[in-house]
Each structure stands twice: as C-alpha cells, then as structure tokens.
C-alpha cells in the first residue's frame, strides 16, 4: 500500500522530500497475534518471527511486552514502529508515576492513547503500521482490544490480527465461551496457533504465550508445537496413478 | 444474420482481435467489468468409506446476492461429483463438457470412469486457457482404485490431498480442517466435520452463505443430500400469511374457438415404402 498525494507542479519538489520522509512500506514485519479473554484474565500468543519480506530474518523478536503493572501489548506488523510505540508508553508511564498520587494507567486508558497516536498518525499520512493487541486486569475487570493501523480500534471478548482474522476467527467465534480455565485457554489458543503455522508462511514454530491477571504479566519461555504430517495421502499422493502429480 | 458467418474466428478457440481495442480504452480511463464471481466455500474430505464433498448455496453479483440456494455441486459421473467456485458460468460449462466427454468414454470404454480421467480432461482444458477460464473445482469420487480427491485451480494445476477447500471462505473451513480432520473418520463424523467446516465459511466470509449442501459418494453408491443444513432460515414470519385482495367478480364464461375444428379422414392408399 503506498500513500501517495496527486502533486501540483509548483509542490514538487517540497512534496517530494516530504513524501520520503513518511511510511510507504514495511520493511521487518511480524505475522498474526491471537488473544482471548478468560478466567482469570488475559491469553495472548504470538511467534517470534521477524520476516524480512520473504526472508525469516529475526527468530528471536519478543512481539508481546508488558506496559506498567495492568497491561500487556502485542504488536503485527513492523516491528521498528513497534519499538517506537513502547517508546511513547514508556514516557506516557513515567510521566503519570511523576504525579505520584497512587494512580496508574489501566488498560482503558492505554488503549485510548494508543488509538489517538494511531489515528493522528494516519491522519498525516505516516502511519504506524501495526496492528495492536492490548490486553489487561485493572479492579478485577479483565479488558481486551485492538488498534489497527488506520486507526480503527474496538473492544472484543477474543482478537486475532493478520492472518489470524481469517484462520483464528472462526475457531474462536465457534469455540471461545466466557470462564474459561487456564489449560482449556491455552489449548485454545494453540490450536489457533497450529492452525496459522500450518498454513501461514511468515509463522514459524517458535511461539510464546502471554497471561495476564490481576497479579502481573507473565511471558512463557518460547516453546513450539507439534505437527503432524502422517497421513497416508501426503506419503504417496500418487498411489493410483503412477507418474502423474 | 450473415455478419455472424464473418465473425467466427478461423481455428476455432478463443478471438483475441478485441484486446487492442480493449487496451486502448482501459488507457483513456474505462474501467472493464469485473467477472461474476461465486464467492463460495466448497470443500471436500476422504473419509474411510469413501469421499464427501460439501458447498454452501450463495451466488454474488458483486455485492448482491443474486442467487439464494444454487447449485454448486456438479455431477459428473455417478462415482464422481465436483464443486466449483469461481466464476458461475465456467464452472458449469466446464463441468458439463467434462461430464459429457466421460459419459462417451464410458460407452467406448464399457467401464466406469475414473478420476484421474475426469482431472486430467478438466486440466487440460484450463491449462490451454492460461487461468482466463475462472473456475477453482474440487474434485472427489471412488472409482475402481479407491477413493480420490483433488483440487484444481483456474491455471491448470492440481493437488492430491486427504481434505481440500476452495473459495473466497476456504481459510475459515481450512481453519476447521486443519484443528479437527483425522483420517478413518466414518459417515457420520465426515459429514458432520463438512457440514461444520461450510458452517465456517458461511458464518465467517461474505461471499458464502446460505445453505449447506453435501455429497456422499461411497463404492457404488453416492447419495446428494440437497439442502443438508439450513442455518439460515427467514427469522419473521408472520403466521397469518398473506392475504390477498377481494378478486374480481366473474361475469360470464364464455369459450370462442379461435380456428374452426375440422374432421380429416383419410382416403386413398397408403404411400409405398
């Protein structure tokens, strides 16, 4: 996607200079990020992939971190913006501990000021392109929501970037339900996980799984699935007709 | 009516004589229709018996729906049937051609047909028209040889595989494939994982809705179950019907004969042989 302006000859080369200056592409790119509600809070899961346009460039980029006490961010999409963004919250956090006054940021409200950064951002034409996964526990309630690059940005009881809108979803809208337990949402949320590595090019089978509760954050060590490729068509798929494909 | 004796291109196949002008149009700015799509989910699986193949019944004009329960399951032998999504009309034509080719086939060869026969009519075709036949089938039937099933997609190329999806909803039914196929499942489970994964489509992509439709072609038998599943019934009806208004009174009936009826009989000898 490229977000050019039609250019009046005088502009030119004002524009131009300009023009290099904002997003046209991104260059390091993260794939999907899945994330549901449950029991006692928050689930996300993400791959540690980095991919380079078709390359796997990076194995070993943490795409989910935890912001202030009540809050946990996934990030899709380039990962420099993504960088950028923890940049921003941390100067938003600090700031607000500087009042001092036992207050902190609770998942609402970050949500709120990464949707103004986003859309404001789009609004110039130089986006951030991500699309963010922000979950978190403040008092008790359990909070989860998205921002996409343009701006866009809503609250749900499950989330699913990149290609997890077209492969997660429809396992989530089919089986996710309100309580669930820690080992039935995790089970959940690997079989979403297996089914994006299965059939997503940018995944890769290293993942982690990220659980947010009233007590903290916590980030699991990167671990990976098992897959299964025995079925007795992918053995020999031309048993009945020798040579053909 | 002679101008069409002048149009039919020499060798047969498709004329290429309007691409110039099309290209110059599209440069000083018409934007050229867009083909008619079906927007579908059609799937198939290899169960332990024998094949079942499921779609759902939308056909989309754009963004309208212009057909609420077709038909996208194509016969094309009674051991092999195939979906098709894509474009509406190639897929039915080239179903049909097919379906034709292997019923003279059948009648030189005196047996039944096998897949691979019907997969390497049908890729041959597409493949000569270089994608521009728009049809993305899933093919599946038991023949002498087994169970088989394989996709074809509009450039010519095909797959052999245990459970397929084409479509514009192919990921959501891959997405329920891929957590919950296992192989040896028995009648039952097969159409209920079919029935589950067209579900998918229907609920989760646009371009599919409606009904679900399923076949189930086992060794000599195959049955079409039209209809299998209707998620999506008319939610407000109401329970008086429609009541029409008070008809017209009758008059007066009267028949007048338009031509006078007459009685022929024959006469003089039958005509020789």
């Given at each position: 996607?490229?977000?050019?302006?039609?250019?009046?000859?005088?502009?030119?080369?004002?524009?131009a200079?300009?023009?290099?200056?904002?997003?046209?592409?991104?260059?390091?790119?993260?794939?999907?990020?899945?994330?549901?509600?449950?029991?006692?809070?928050?689930?996300?899961?993400?791959?540690?992939?980095?991919?380079?346009?078709?390359?796997?460039?990076?194995?070993?980029?943490?795409?989910?971190?935890?912001?202030?006490?009540?809050?946990?961010?996934?990030?899709?999409?380039?990962?420099?913006?993504?960088?950028?963004?923890?940049?921003?919250?941390?100067?938003?956090?600090?700031?607000?501990?500087?009042?001092?006054?036992?207050?902190?940021?609770?998942?609402?409200?970050?949500?709120?000021?990464?949707?103004?950064?986003?859309?404001?951002?789009?609004?110039?034409?130089?986006?951030?392109?991500?699309?963010?996964?922000?979950?978190?526990?403040?008092?008790?309630?359990?909070?989860?929501g998205?921002?996409?690059?343009?701006?866009?940005?809503?609250?749900?009881?499950?989330?699913?970037?990149g290609?997890?809108?077209?492969?997660?979803?429809?396992?989530?809208?089919?089986?996710?339900?309100?309580?669930?337990?820690?080992?039935?949402?995790?089970?959940?949320?690997?079989?979403?996980m297996?089914?994006?590595?299965?059939?997503?090019?940018?995944?890769?089978?290293?993942?982690?799984?990220?659980?947010?509760?009233?007590?903290?954050?916590?980030?699991?060590?990167?671990?990976?699935?098992?897959?299964?490729?025995e079925?007795s068509?992918?053995?020999?798929?031309?048993?009945?007709?020798?040579?053909?494909w | 009516?002679?101008?069409?004796?002048?149009?039919?291109?020499?060798?047969?196949?498709?004329?290429?004589?309007?691409?110039?002008?099309?290209?110059?149009?599209?440069q000083?700015?018409?934007?050229?229709?867009?083909?008619l799509k079906?927007?579908?989910?059609?799937?198939?699986?290899?169960?332990?018996?024998g094949?079942?193949?499921?779609?759902d019944?939308?056909?989309?004009?754009?963004?309208?729906?212009?057909?609420?329960?077709?038909?996208?399951?194509?016969?094309?032998?009674?051991?092999?049937y195939?979906c098709?999504?894509?474009t509406?009309?190639?897929?039915?034509?080239?179903?049909?051609?097919?379906?034709?080719?292997?019923?003279?086939h059948?009648?030189?060869?005196?047996?039944?047909?096998?897949?691979?026969?019907?997969?390497?009519?049908?890729?041959?075709?597409?493949?000569?028209?270089?994608?521009?036949?728009s049809?993305?089938?899933?093919?599946?039937?038991?023949?002498?040889?087994?169970?088989h099933?394989?996709?074809i997609?509009?450039?010519?190329?095909?797959?052999?595989?245990?459970?397929?999806?084409?479509?514009?909803?192919?990921?959501?039914?891959?997405?329920?494939?891929e957590?919950k196929?296992?192989?040896?499942?028995?009648?039952?489970?097969?159409?209920?994982?079919?029935?589950?994964?067209?579900?998918?489509?229907?609920?989760?992509d646009?371009?599919?809705?409606?009904?679900v439709?399923?076949?189930?072609?086992?060794?000599?038998?195959?049955?079409?179950?039209r209809?299998?599943m209707?998620?999506?019934?008319?939610?407000?009806?109401?329970?008086?019907?429609?009541?029409?208004?008070?008809?017209t009174?009758?008059?007066?009936?009267?028949?007048?004969?338009?031509?006078e009826r007459?009685?022929?009989?024959?006469?003089?000898?039958?005509?020789?042989?």
């Open positions: 996607m490229t977000f050019t302006i039609p250019i009046e000859n005088g502009d030119a080369g004002k524009v200079e300009a023009e290099s200056q904002r997003t046209l592409y991104p260059y390091v790119t993260g794939t999907s990020i899945v994330a549901i509600k449950y029991k006692d809070g928050v689930l996300m899961a993400s791959d540690m992939g980095g991919s380079y346009g078709s390359t796997l460039r990076y194995k070993n980029i943490e795409r989910m971190k935890a912001i202030g006490k009540h809050s946990l961010l996934g990030a899709s999409g380039e990962i420099s913006d993504f960088q950028e963004i923890l940049r921003y919250l941390d100067e938003l956090t600090l700031n607000d501990n500087m009042w001092d006054d036992g207050n902190s940021l609770g998942p609402k409200e970050i949500h709120n000021y990464l949707t103004r950064v986003m859309y404001n951002r789009r609004n110039k034409f130089n986006p951030l392109w991500n699309t963010l996964v922000l979950g978190g526990v403040k008092n008790g309630k359990s909070y989860l998205m921002v996409s690059m343009i701006g866009v940005s809503f609250e749900d009881d499950h989330v699913a970037t290609f997890g809108n077209h492969l997660a979803r429809p396992i989530l809208r089919d089986e996710w339900h309100a309580d669930l337990s820690f080992e039935d949402g995790v089970k959940l949320l690997e079989k979403c297996r089914v994006l590595l299965y059939r997503d090019r940018s995944a890769i089978n290293k993942l982690q799984i990220a659980k947010i509760t009233e007590e903290g954050v916590t980030v699991s060590q990167p671990y990976s699935l098992k897959t299964f490729w079925y068509s992918f053995h020999n798929p031309t048993a009945s007709a020798e040579g053909s | 009516m002679s101008q069409s004796a002048v149009d039919v291109p020499p060798k047969g196949g498709f004329s290429f004589d309007l691409c110039k002008r099309n290209d110059m149009l599209t000083k700015g018409l934007k050229a229709p867009s083909f079906t927007g579908t989910t059609i799937v198939g699986l290899i169960f332990k018996d094949v079942i193949l499921g779609a019944t939308r056909a989309t004009e754009g963004p309208i729906v212009a057909d609420k329960n077709c038909e996208k399951i194509h016969y094309m032998a009674p051991n092999i195939c098709g999504a894509g509406a009309a190639d897929t039915e034509a080239v179903t049909d051609m097919v379906s034709s080719q292997l019923r003279l059948r009648y030189q060869t005196s047996r039944d047909s096998r897949i691979i026969t019907a997969l390497t009519l049908l890729k041959k075709h597409l493949f000569s028209y270089q994608g521009h036949v049809a993305a089938l899933v093919l599946g039937g038991v023949d002498i040889t087994g169970p099933l394989h996709t997609y509009p450039h010519g190329s095909t797959d052999t595989l245990p459970f397929a999806t084409m479509g514009s909803g192919s990921l959501a039914a891959m997405s329920v494939f957590a196929y296992k192989e040896g499942l028995t009648r039952d489970e097969g159409i209920k994982l079919v029935a589950e994964a067209i579900c998918s489509g229907i609920f989760n646009l371009g599919s809705g409606s009904n439709d399923i076949c189930v072609i086992t060794k000599g038998n195959n049955e079409y179950l209809n299998y209707e998620p999506n019934p008319r939610t407000y009806v109401s329970s008086k019907g429609y009541s029409f208004t008070k008809k009174e009758v008059l007066l009936t009267k028949i007048t004969p338009l031509l007459v009685e022929i009989t024959e006469v003089g000898e039958a005509m020789e042989e």
